[in-house]
């Protein structure tokens, strides 16, 4: 069983294993969201946009300074990391439309999310690393923060990377930008406010996308591809 087709090409390529024996098994989302509430609420001209994770520089959190700063005229969050972390991490921060605050328990996560205009995995193109910050991740992973951004209904923007692709389609149910530059992002900001029953749709279809993604899905399937193994 793989997560993505990055590891089972690793695998078949490193490890010599039969590409018959490889299922490819995404993650998926734990969050139980009955009915889309992804609306891009634009009060005084201003949205919220948030990005959960971890503060590892690769997954694009000092990106985020950098656009905060540049894009004065909306709200930023950032959660992640231990109240240590943030406090050592707001040393770097000039904007004051920028906020960051602790991890958030997956508990209450669905709360904190539904509070958002727009998410955001800026990752680094050519590294991503762990939580840990070893090794470089962005051909393995499947990003657990992606099913729960779909799955909360709101507008998912991400850097256009291969493991991210395997699940998405830009413009279609999720915006993904080529690379992080401030001006490509700030760009597309600007024009989810000005165009927002259009980006509306691209959340929605996401939303629904997520429903082939929930962990009773995932289960059923591993367990379905353990029955034919058996049988076979």
């Given at each position: 069983?793989?997560?993505?087709?990055?590891?089972?090409?690793?695998?078949?390529?490193?490890?010599?294993?039969?590409k018959k024996k490889i299922q490819v098994l995404p993650s998926a989302s734990g969050l139980n969201i009955k009915n889309w509430r992804g609306n891009i609420n634009v009060k005084k001209n201003k949205i919220n946009i948030g990005y959960f994770g971890s503060l590892e520089k690769t997954k694009g959190v000092n990106f985020l300074?950098?656009?905060?700063?540049?894009?004065?005229?909306?709200?930023y969050f950032i959660f992640g990391g231990t109240k240590e972390n943030v406090k050592i991490f707001r040393k770097k921060i000039i904007s004051n439309n920028l906020l960051v605050k602790s991890?958030?328990?997956?508990?209450?996560?669905?709360?904190?999310?539904l509070k958002m205009d727009v998410?955001?995995?800026?990752?680094?193109?050519?590294?991503?690393?762990s939580a840990g910050g070893i090794g470089?991740?962005?051909?393995?992973?499947?990003?657990l923060k992606l099913f729960d951004y779909l799955a909360s209904g709101k507008l998912v923007i991400a850097t256009k990377i291969n493991s991210i692709e395997e699940i998405v389609q830009n413009k279609k149910n999720c915006i993904l930008i080529n690379k992080l530059d401030?001006?490509?992002?700030?760009?597309?900001?600007?024009?989810?406010?000005?165009?927002?029953k259009r980006y509306e749709q691209i959340a929605k279809n996401g939303f629904e996308l997520s429903k082939k993604y929930t962990y009773n899905l995932r289960a059923k399937k591993f367990l379905d591809l353990k029955w034919k193994q058996k049988r076979n």
């Open positions: 069983m793989a997560i993505s087709n990055g590891v089972k090409k690793y695998l078949i390529a490193d490890l010599g294993t039969s300074i950098k656009l905060s700063k540049k894009d004065k005229s909306n709200n991890h958030v328990p997956y508990k209450d996560l669905k709360n904190y999310l998410l955001v995995m800026p990752y680094d193109k050519k590294v991503v690393r470089n991740i962005s051909k393995y992973m499947s990003p401030v001006f490509d992002w700030y760009n597309e900001i600007k024009l989810i406010i000005k165009h927002k």
